[in-house]
DNA sequence: CAGCATCCGAACGGATACTG
DNA sequence: CAGTATCCGTTCGGATGCTG
């Protein structure tokens, strides 16, 4: 009996990309290496101990690459991996549904903001 | 100050469709109205108390609909809204993604696997 | 059949202090 | 700068029992 059963496509994606941080992480790597505390500032409402921990699984799952420089001070850079590469679509459209989906809760008179967009419409 | 700020599209995204549950409910009404008892079944491992919890939360944020059956015994049915609709897209290369990274991970010897595919490749 | 209420353990996640 | 370890409150989520 295999130790993991899903039960329908979407579970496996959710168990390596899901959760509160992850996608938010995996954005922001789209576009380029970042190191640890450029991801920080990039999210700062993330606690260091939730970003090194998210880090630490995705590239377990072999989403992520992390390259470790020699030297003093220490310099750590992130990116994603090849396999990784293939989120990138799929983060997008996620990325554009939340920017829709805020404008119609906007629309709908809810006090709901979103600072960084990537996509201007009109 | 606006009540809820998203820093990312993707923040909003999570917000409304993350978590456990709510990406599986959703892929399972892409193809067809369910009933209460149908998701339970089609979601074996699903509490009744999230099922219903997760359903409300869908709902209350527009992504589904629920029709009440004056009738006894009860009859409730679930579907996509027309704006749950402009999820279909993104939740099938969800769930393909996943199909791909278990397929992956059974190749690198993980003993891992997945019941229902929705696109058997070869 | 569909749903609500409650109890309770497990996991999540933040704050803080410390190391190389 | 990057990361580990610990403490501890909050939330998640399962199990059970009950209602119309």
Chains 1, 2 share one sequence.
Not at 26 to 50: N, V
Not at 91 to 120: K, M, P, S, T, Y
């Amino acid at each position: 009996m295999p130790e993991k059963t899903y039960h329908i496509g979407v579970e496996a994606t959710i168990d390596v990309i899901g959760g509160k941080w992850k996608p938010v992480i995996l954005c922001h790597l789209r576009h380029q290496t970042m190191r640890t505390g450029e991801l920080s500032r990039a999210i700062p409402q993330i606690s260091q101990k939730m970003l090194t921990q998210q880090l630490r699984e995705l590239e377990h799952d072999g989403i992520i690459t992390r390259q470790v420089f020699k030297q003093v001070p220490p310099k750590v850079e992130y990116a994603l991996s090849p396999y990784g590469e293939t989120l990138v679509q799929i983060l997008h459209e996620l990325c554009l549904w939340g920017e829709d989906n805020v404008e119609r809760r906007q629309a709908n008179g809810e006090d709901v903001q979103i600072l960084d967009r990537e996509n201007v419409p009109n």
